[in-house]
């Protein structure tokens, strides 16, 4: 079982720029998927970017050039950089990883682009 816990979203300014972090309870080894979704209000959880354990990165056509995947040297905490946020990146961000057989979800967190 691994756990994951996201943070970092808050409130912004249309044009501005959020980083989320999920943290992973145990090192991740092996081949895996990390994977940051959204869900907004009435709507489906939709993929916004992957990050595999090879290096590939994969990323929604809604917010390729702005946003960036990424993890840390540990491997244990994967990153979303957000950036020219706009209102309809407005929603509740869930961390995902795959390992084929087992997937694991974040509780989630929100991220509201406002004025």
């Known amino acids: 079982q691994v756990q994951l816990a996201e943070s970092g979203g808050g409130l912004v300014q249309p044009g501005g720029s959020l980083r989320l972090s999920c943290a992973a309870s145990a090192t991740l080894a092996g081949i895996y998927t990390l994977g940051w979704y959204r869900q907004a209000p009435g709507k489906q959880r939709d993929l916004v970017a992957t990050?595999?354990?090879?290096?590939?990165?994969n990323y929604a056509d809604s917010v390729k050039g702005r946003f960036t995947i990424s993890r840390n040297s540990g491997r244990r905490t994967v990153y979303l950089q957000m950036n020219v946020l706009k209102p309809e990146d407005t929603a509740v961000y869930y961390c995902n990883l795959d390992m084929g057989r087992l997937k694991f979800w974040g509780q989630g967190t929100q991220v509201t682009v406002s004025s």
């Open positions: 990050l595999t354990s090879g290096g590939s990165t």
